[in-house]
């Protein structure tokens, strides 16, 4: 088993550049999760989806979207980034418990 | 909502001594308080977990202690080891709900 896998592992982009960062678990999960982390401030959860189909915002949503794909796979879009938004990203995913996380992908916005 | 604070952000022992992370959160409805630990590059591991139904709980080296009147709960390491230095998070919620608060994390560096 993998667990919960995350592509790409790093980035950059060039503010006002879109991306769509991929979360995959092989776990038959019904949560998944988006985390940013960002030095001293912990993991900050960005939105979430309960199960497949529904979708719900976390406590630092803004200029993010998601799309639950399917049981497996919950993916996060940056329209138009911003240098805000460089952060390390971890998703992850849980059924009950606990959370199990990805590796992360680290974004940087210039 | 749940708030948790998480104490000290920075710590740094000798290889052998203990080591002690606090947490306080401010939601007496929470009964789930985990703890994760992060190597660089890697993404948060659960270390281990308590239910508000006990009061500690020990695995090997590492125990969690939970005081539920005055909501906080700690994580203690006894004889560090190199392989001990990393980023430690505590966490609470309730079981069956949706969303994990993260504290801020702790920086623990064992010094050989």
């Known amino acids: 088993n993998a667990g919960v896998t995350q592509t790409p592992k790093f980035q950059v982009l060039k503010t006002g550049q879109s991306m769509t960062l991929q979360c995959a678990q092989d776990?038959?999960?019904?949560?998944m999760y988006w985390y940013r982390q960002d030095p001293g401030m912990g993991l900050r959860l960005i939105y979430y989806s309960a199960s497949e189909g529904t979708t719900d915002k976390g406590e630092v949503p803004n200029g993010y979207n998601v799309s639950r794909l399917n049981k497996r796979e919950f993916s996060l879009r940056l329209e138009s980034a911003a240098p805000s938004q460089t952060s390390v990203y971890f998703c992850a995913s849980k059924d009950p418990l606990p959370l199990h996380f990805g590796n992360g992908t680290r974004l940087t916005v210039t | 909502g749940e708030n948790v604070e998480q104490h000290p952000s920075t710590l740094s022992v000798q290889e052998g001594d203990s080591a002690v992370i606090k947490c306080t959160y401010s939601?007496?409805?929470?009964?789930?308080f985990p703890w994760y630990k992060q190597e660089l590059g890697k993404g948060p591991q659960l270390i281990i977990d308590?239910?508000?139904?006990?009061g500690e709980k020990k695995d090997q080296r590492i125990a969690v202690t939970l005081n539920k009147t005055a909501k906080h709960f700690s994580l203690h390491i006894t004889e560090t080891q190199p392989e001990d230095s990393a980023v430690y998070f505590c966490a609470a919620s309730l079981q069956g709900a949706q969303k994990l608060v993260f504290g801020q994390g702790t920086r623990l560096t064992i010094n050989p």
């Open positions: 939601d007496s409805a929470s009964n789930y």
């Open positions: 308590i239910r508000s139904n006990v």
């Open positions: 776990m038959n999960h019904n949560s």
